[in-house]
């Protein structure tokens, strides 16, 4: 009997416990929600799973500018990788605003906590929590969502049902007639025109200032970058040297600027700028920073000196 009067007596002592751990957190959480500085709202409290939900953040700007969102409160919740996107916090003078899109991708009732909100001068503050209902996206396998068969309605055949018809064999006709009557007309005299072609060195020049004008390696593109200027690096051998640099390999193209009496140094200034540039496009190796711009003028060097280079009318190797 003595124990358990004991045992009951424990239990007792343990539930209470957790009665004040519970009343404790429970204060907490009333703590956060009284201190919220900061707005966190939904357009709508219902979002179906795996759909984009677009949670909006507001900050008075009296509070000063905000530097970071904490998300961890959230993770049990809300893992890391399911906040897809968010923008960068925009001020219209009263607000900061952000807004976060996220996905949920488990049917849940649940509450998202205040989030922490560090601000430019160390400061901290708090939003509000936001109850959230996810709900299943309806199955389109679900024999339930799915409307009833209804019959076809027939309609009665009527002539202009067969206007599309009509009218494509006369546009047919239309067609056949006016190449006929082209065929057929008087030649007329014309005035004979003549177009000179841009020199393959202008147009390779042209297109260099372009490709500087991207600024595809500050930008984070080196790969792009070295695509293009092989590119118009071969594009130019092929015109100038009658050459198939577009589709020959680096070993390829050289072996044929040997056969042109192409001099040595220019061939081997050549070979290093195009195997670099090989690497960065295939190998993902990047090259020195000082080589971006000593690339960019080595071609320019090169098709300059090459333009004035004696032509004796060769024959083109192109296949």
Not at 25 to 37: D, P, R
Not at 91 to 98: A, L, Q, R
Not at 149 to 155: G, L, P, Q, T
Not at 226 to 251: D, H, M, V
């Amino acid at each position: 009997m003595r124990e358990v009067f004991a045992n009951g007596y424990d239990g007792i002592i343990q539930t209470s416990r957790k009665l004040q751990t519970f009343g404790k957190f429970c204060a907490l959480c009333s703590a956060l929600q009284a201190q919220a500085q900061a707005e966190l709202r939904a357009d709508s409290n219902h979002v179906e799973t795996g759909n984009p939900f677009a949670l909006h953040l507001r900050l008075p700007a009296a509070l000063g500018k905000p530097d970071s969102l904490s998300f961890g409160v959230w993770s049990n919740l809300l893992p890391p990788q399911n906040i897809v996107s968010q923008t960068e916090w925009q001020s219209d003078g009263k607000f900061f605003n952000k807004t976060l899109t996220v996905l949920f991708f488990d049917e849940d009732s649940l509450e998202l906590p205040p989030l922490l909100i560090v601000l430019h001068k160390g400061d901290t503050a708090y939003s509000n929590s936001l109850p959230i209902i996810v709900t299943a996206t309806p199955s389109p396998d679900d024999l339930n969502d799915m409307a009833s068969i209804k019959d076809i309605h027939r309609e009665e055949t009527r002539w202009t049902d067969y206007w599309p018809w009509m009218l494509g064999g006369l546009g047919v006709l239309g067609l056949v007639l006016w190449l006929y009557w082209l065929a057929n007309r008087q030649p007329q005299t014309k005035i004979q025109s003549r177009t000179i072609e841009t020199p393959a060195h202008e147009l390779a020049l042209k297109k260099l200032d372009v490709l500087s004008q991207k600024k595809l390696i500050v930008n984070g593109f080196v790969k792009e970058h070295y695509a293009e200027l092989t590119f118009i690096l071969r594009e130019y051998l092929e015109k100038r040297f009658g050459i198939p640099a577009l589709e020959s390999t680096t070993e390829e193209t050289l072996g044929y600027l040997k056969n042109r009496n192409v001099p040595t140094q220019m061939s081997e200034q050549l070979q290093t700028l195009l195997e670099q540039a090989d690497l960065a496009k295939f190998a993902k190796i990047i090259p020195p920073e000082s080589f971006h711009a000593e690339a960019m003028e080595r071609s320019r060097k090169m098709i300059l000196e090459t333009s004035a280079f004696p032509d004796k009318r060769i024959t083109p190797l192109l296949r």
